[in-house]
Nanobody, 126 residues
Framework: QVQLGESGGGLVQAGGSLRLTCVAS????????MGWFRQAPGKEREFVAAIYWSGSRTYYADSVKGRFTISRDNAKNTVYLQMNSLKPEDTAVYYC???????????????????WGQGTQVTVSS
């Protein structure tokens, strides 16, 4: 069983930056692919970014490409989401998720992920 805990959310002005952190416990973090998703009020949860268990591959939604960076530190059981040039439309609850590798990594598919955190609120004011 893996427990995930996000932090780093908050209120920021448009154009600003935040770094989200997700710390894992209770499992072999370095074996899991990790993803970030977000859910805005009244909308479905959507994929934001993902990273291979080794950190060798990263993936991004088109809406955040070039502004967000996902990274991980397996020694610290931590995955990060650096968010720059934030826009009001980035306002959402951000969740991290862990997937045990089993063949092709369908990184955008929420039902492929085995564990989820509770989320952290990000609010971007205009």
């Amino acid at each position: 069983q893996v427990q995930l805990g996000e932090s780093g959310g908050g209120l920021v002005q448009a154009g600003g930056s935040l770094r989200l952190t997700c710390v894992a416990s209770g499992g072999t973090f370095s074996s899991y692919h990790m993803g970030w998703f977000r859910q805005a009020p009244g909308k479905e949860r959507e994929f934001v970014a993902a990273i291979y268990w080794s950190g060798s591959r990263t993936y991004y939604a088109d809406s955040v490409k070039g502004r967000f960076t996902i990274s991980r530190d397996n020694a610290k059981n931590t995955v990060y989401l650096q968010m720059n040039s934030l826009k009001p439309e980035d306002t959402a609850v951000y969740y991290c998720a862990a997937e045990w590798p089993s063949g092709t990594y369908y990184y955008t598919a929420m039902n492929e992920y085995d564990y989820w955190g509770q989320g952290t609120q990000v609010t971007v004011s205009s």
